[in-house]
Nanobody
Framework: QVQLVESGGGLVQAGGSLRLSCAVS????????MGWFRQAPGKERDFVAT????????GYAESVKGRFTIARDNAKNTVYLQMNSLKPDDTAVYYC????????????WGQGTQVTVSS
């Protein structure tokens, strides 16, 4: 099992930037990839970005391409989400999740961190 703890959320004005961090502990050998997801009030949880744990291949939702960057530091067991040019529509609780090498499902989740973008 993998434990995940997000940090770095907060209140920012539109056009601003934030960097989220996800500290990873536990069985990191079981991780195929890490992902960031977000859930706005009254909406479903949506995919934001992903990065493979070993190779560093990335993928993004269309809505954040060119504005958000996912990165990982395996030495620190930390995954980051750099968010630039933030918009009010980016307001949500952001979660990191670990995708298992066994099931290829996102089976472990953090508690989430709130990001609020004011207009």
């Amino acid at each position: 099992q993998v434990q995940l703890v997000e940090s770095g959320g907060g209140l920012v004005q539109a056009g601003g930037s934030l960097r989220l961090s996800c500290a990873v502990s536990g069985r990191t050998s079981s991780i195929y990839a890490m992902g960031w997801f977000r859930q706005a009030p009254g909406k479903e949880r949506d995919f934001v970005a992903t990065i493979t744990w070993s190779g560093g291949r990335t993928g993004y939702a269309e809505s954040v391409k060119g504005r958000f960057t996912i990165a990982r530091d395996n030495a620190k067991n930390t995954v980051y989400l750099q968010m630039n040019s933030l918009k009010p529509d980016d307001t949500a609780v952001y979660y990191c999740a670990a995708r298992s090498t066994m099931t290829y499902e996102y089976s472990d989740w953090g508690q989430g961190t709130q990001v609020t973008v004011s207009s």
